[in-house]
C-alpha cells in the first residue's frame, strides 16, 4: 500500500474514532442495559489486541530499534500511573488528566497509522477494531465520572485527536518507521495501566469470565487470521 492509499484509510479510521467520541450520549442511551455484557467482550478484544499484537510488534522492532523500545512502554505506563497517583483526591484535576490522556493515545495511534498501514494494512485495521472498543468504553467510564463535564467538553476534546493527527500526516507525511515505534510502545504502556484499571479493576468482581473468554477468543482468531493472510 502506498502513502496515499495509507492515508486514505487512516482518514476512514480516524473519522471513526471521532464519530465513537461524538456519539458517545447516543451510544450510552442505547447499550445502558447492556454494557454490562458488552465490556467484559471489549475487555477480552483489548487484551488480545495488547498481548497478541501489540507487544509481539514490538518485540519485532527491538531486534531493529533496541530494548529501548521495552523501556518507552514501561515509561508510559510509569507516566500514567505516576500523574494519576499524584491527582489522587483531586476529581476536577485527574478528570481532566484523563481526558488528556485520551486525546494524547488517540492522537499518537493515528498519527502513526499511514506508517502501519503501508507496511501491514491487515494489521492495522485489526488493531482500529480493537482501539473503537476500548475507546467506546473508555468514554462511558468518563461520562460516569462526569456526565454534563464529558458530555458538554470532554467529548468534543477526544473527538479532535484523530482529526489532528489525521491533518498532520496529511501535511508533514507519516512519521518513519523508528518514530512509529516508538510512539507505539508508549501507546503500549498506557493501554497496560487501562486494561488493568480500568477493564479488569473494581468492578472485576461483577464482569463475566465467559464473555470476556468470547472477546479474547473473537479477536485473538481476528488477529490469527491476519496473520495467516500476511
Given at each position: 500500500?502506498?502513502?496515499?492509499?495509507?492515508?486514505?484509510?487512516?482518514?476512514?479510521?480516524?473519522?471513526?474514532?471521532?464519530?465513537?467520541?461524538?456519539?458517545?450520549?447516543?451510544?450510552?442511551?442505547?447499550?445502558?442495559?447492556?454494557?454490562?455484557?458488552?465490556?467484559?467482550?471489549?475487555?477480552?478484544?483489548?487484551?488480545?489486541?495488547?498481548?497478541?499484537?501489540?507487544?509481539?510488534?514490538?518485540?519485532?522492532?527491538?531486534?531493529?530499534?533496541?530494548?529501548?523500545?521495552?523501556?518507552?512502554?514501561?515509561?508510559?505506563?510509569?507516566?500514567?500511573?505516576?500523574?494519576?497517583?499524584?491527582?489522587?483526591?483531586?476529581?476536577?484535576?485527574?478528570?481532566?488528566?484523563?481526558?488528556?490522556?485520551?486525546?494524547?493515545?488517540?492522537?499518537?495511534?493515528?498519527?502513526?497509522?499511514?506508517?502501519?498501514?503501508?507496511?501491514?494494512?491487515?494489521?492495522?485495521?485489526?488493531?482500529?477494531?480493537?482501539?473503537?472498543?476500548?475507546?467506546?468504553?473508555?468514554?462511558?467510564?468518563?461520562?460516569?465520572?462526569?456526565?454534563?463535564?464529558?458530555?458538554?467538553?470532554?467529548?468534543?476534546?477526544?473527538?479532535?485527536?484523530?482529526?489532528?493527527?489525521?491533518?498532520?500526516?496529511?501535511?508533514?507525511?507519516?512519521?518513519s518507521a523508528e518514530v512509529a515505534a516508538f510512539l507505539s510502545a508508549f501507546v503500549s504502556g498506557i493501554l497496560l495501566l487501562g486494561l488493568f484499571r480500568d477493564e479488569l479493576g473494581d468492578e472485576a468482581g461483577q464482569r463475566r469470565f465467559g464473555l470476556f473468554l468470547v472477546g479474547l477468543v473473537v479477536y485473538g482468531s481476528l488477529v490469527g487470521?491476519?496473520?495467516?493472510?500476511?
Amino acid at each position: 500500500m502506498d502513502f496515499t492509499q495509507a492515508l486514505e484509510w487512516t482518514g476512514l479510521i480516524a473519522v471513526l474514532l471521532s464519530g465513537v467520541h461524538l456519539a458517545s450520549p447516543w451510544v450510552r442511551e442505547h447499550i445502558r442495559g447492556r454494557f454490562a455484557f458488552i465490556a467484559p467482550i471489549g475487555a477480552g478484544a483489548l487484551a488480545a489486541y495488547i498481548f497478541l499484537h501489540l507487544l509481539p510488534s514490538l518485540e519485532e522492532t527491538e531486534t531493529e530499534f533496541g530494548a529501548g523500545i521495552t523501556a518507552v512502554v514501561l515509561g508510559g505506563f510509569v507516566a500514567y500511573y505516576g500523574v494519576e497517583s499524584y491527582l489522587d483526591g483531586r476529581p476536577g484535576h485527574l478528570f481532566g488528566v484523563k481526558i488528556g490522556v485520551g486525546w494524547l493515545y488517540s492522537f499518537l495511534i493515528v498519527y502513526s497509522l499511514p506508517t502501519s498501514l503501508e507496511s501491514n494494512p491487515a494489521s492495522a485495521a485489526v488493531a482500529a477494531l480493537a482501539l473503537a472498543l476500548h475507546v467506546l468504553q473508555s468514554n462511558t467510564h468518563l461520562a460516569a465520572e462526569s456526565p454534563s463535564a464529558f458530555d458538554n467538553v470532554g467529548r468534543y476534546v477526544l473527538m479532535s485527536a484523530p482529526l489532528v493527527a489525521l491533518a498532520l500526516d496529511a501535511v508533514l507525511g507519516a512519521p518513519s518507521a523508528e518514530v512509529a515505534a516508538f510512539l507505539s510502545a508508549f501507546v503500549s504502556g498506557i493501554l497496560l495501566l487501562g486494561l488493568f484499571r480500568d477493564e479488569l479493576g473494581d468492578e472485576a468482581g461483577q464482569r463475566r469470565f465467559g464473555l470476556f473468554l468470547v472477546g479474547l477468543v473473537v479477536y485473538g482468531s481476528l488477529v490469527g487470521l491476519e496473520e495467516l493472510l500476511g
